[in-house]
């Protein structure tokens, strides 16, 4: 079982017993503002058994507390195992907080270096100010600009599509 820790977080493998907040986030409307609809909880169930059986997807919890934080993840291309999609949800609680930063820098070193992937892509509206910030600060470029292209509650939305690439990722010092 793969465990990813940073300074701040602990990363672990999705287990039964997160089933509760993992419900709890996906019907949160703050939370899913920038993601998507809210699905139902059979739904929310299969993207849940989804993630426990990808070994790199992860709930983030701050070092040494029980409370989740958020989650994050790779999904790793079949065709091309080379390349994977990063995404990541943070409590709005913890939010502005440098969690997401924290823990998307560890699943890009994790992907990149231990992996051996050679790039890895996210997605985000273009609203969404606190996801793209947290995405460029990594390293992360954006690609190509989707206009109105993502119906979300009614609205169209502005999707952008992120690279990191393995030569303009740096580990921190």
């Not at 079982?1 to 940073?6: D, H, N, S």
């Not at 299969?46 to 992860?58: I, M, S, V, Y």
């Not at 969690?99 to 270096?113: I, N, P, Q, V």
């Amino acid at each position: 079982m793969m465990i990813l820790t940073t300074p701040r977080l602990t990363l672990t493998p999705f287990q039964p017993a997160d089933w509760a907040f993992f419900l709890a986030l996906r019907q949160d409307p703050v939370n899913m503002q920038f993601m998507a609809p809210i699905s139902t909880v059979e739904q929310i169930r299969q993207t849940f058994e989804a993630r426990r059986a990808n070994p790199e997807a992860f709930i983030l919890r701050a070092a040494g507390e029980a409370t989740p934080l958020g989650e994050a993840g790779l999904l790793i291309s079949q065709p091309h195992p080379e390349v994977a999609e990063v995404g990541y949800s943070v409590v709005q609680t913890a939010q502005g907080k440098g969690y997401a930063s924290e823990a998307l820098r560890a699943l890009c070193e994790h992907g990149l270096h231990t992996l051996g992937l050679e790039a890895i892509h996210a997605w985000a509206l273009a609203d969404n100010a606190g996801s793209v910030r947290v995405l460029e600060k990594l390293g992360f470029e954006r690609i190509q600009v989707l206009e109105k292209a993502y119906l979300l509650n009614g609205v169209y939305h502005d999707d952008c599509q992120f690279r990191l690439v393995a030569s303009h990722f740096t580990r921190k010092a």
